[in-house]
């Protein structure tokens, strides 16, 4: 199994990026899956989480309203539309599956927001 995040960038507070997570080795109705970060200096936490049917499971109340988890199963991607982004939304985004598996986690793909 491998997710492979990709997307990242530098952006000025208030634009948009659109993360993107291949996943390959697994069925798309295997898993859920879903998007974490990471900031500097604190732990991981989840941003939002899509199903194998993609119904959404779970968002973040930080980024209720400006971030969208969708999913492509015939393509093998998870996807994060982020708009209206923060500064305090630089971090290092991770897709996973959900359960999560410690050896699922990729390189990530860095967001920075510049104020």
């Known amino acids: 199994v491998q997710l492979v995040e990709s997307g990242g960038g530098l952006v000025q507070a208030g634009g948009s990026l659109r993360l993107s997570c291949a996943f390959s080795g697994f069925t798309h109705d295997d898993y859920s899956v879903g998007w974490f970060r990471q900031a500097p200096g604190k732990e991981r936490e989840g941003v939002s989480c899509?199903?194998?049917?993609?119904?959404?499971?779970y968002i973040a109340d930080s980024v209720k309203g400006r971030f969208t988890i969708s999913r492509d199963n015939n393509k093998n991607m998870v996807y994060l539309q982020m708009n209206k982004l923060k500064p305090e939304d630089t971090a290092d985004y991770y897709c996973?599956?959900?359960?999560?598996?410690?050896?699922?986690w990729g390189q990530g793909t860095r967001v920075t927001v510049s104020s």
């Open positions: 899509i199903s194998s049917t993609s119904g959404i499971t």
């Open positions: 996973n599956t959900v359960p999560l598996r410690d050896d699922y």
